[in-house]
């Protein structure tokens, strides 16, 4: 079954600057704001918001948060290798760091084509990536 929605939680002030970091990184597949519920839980996406930036408590030091978040790992699909292109050019422009250029991975499968960067913000490791 397909995932409906997830949330990525961030530091309420990382908020705002990353929503900034994943339109610029994904605007040329649609990706935007989509709604806003206060200031520290957005949606976003395409036509439908999916994805979710949700802020952490005051439960975690900004230390564990951070060790967390440089540990997760999220993929977007793409319609073609130029959007893969686009991504990692926009992504690098908006501040990101490459964490893999676009690029055939046959160990990830004989037609994966995939890039990955880490954001400027969170330094979590996005990666856009087409299948076939």
């Known amino acids: 079954m397909p995932v409906h929605h997830f949330s990525l939680t961030v530091p309420a002030d990382k908020i705002d600057p990353m929503v900034t970091f994943l339109t610029q990184s994904l605007g040329h597949i649609g990706f935007k704001e989509l709604s806003r519920f206060g200031p520290h839980v ?12 949700a802020a952490t408590g005051d439960d975690l ?27 990692h050019a926009a992504a690098l422009k908006a501040g990101a760091t490459d964490n893999g250029p676009p690029g055939p991975r046959p160990h990830y499968g004989p ?13 979590v490791n996005f990666e856009v990536v087409k299948i076939g």
């Open 61 to 87: 030091d900004e230390k564990t948060v951070g060790a967390i978040l440089k540990k997760q790992h999220i993929a977007f699909s793409a319609e073609s290798h130029e959007q893969v292109q686009q991504f």
């Open 111 to 123: 037609a994966y084509y995939g890039a990955f960067v880490l954001d400027p913000v969170c330094g």
């Open 42 to 53: 957005v949606g976003m996406g395409e036509t439908v918001a999916y994805f979710w930036l």
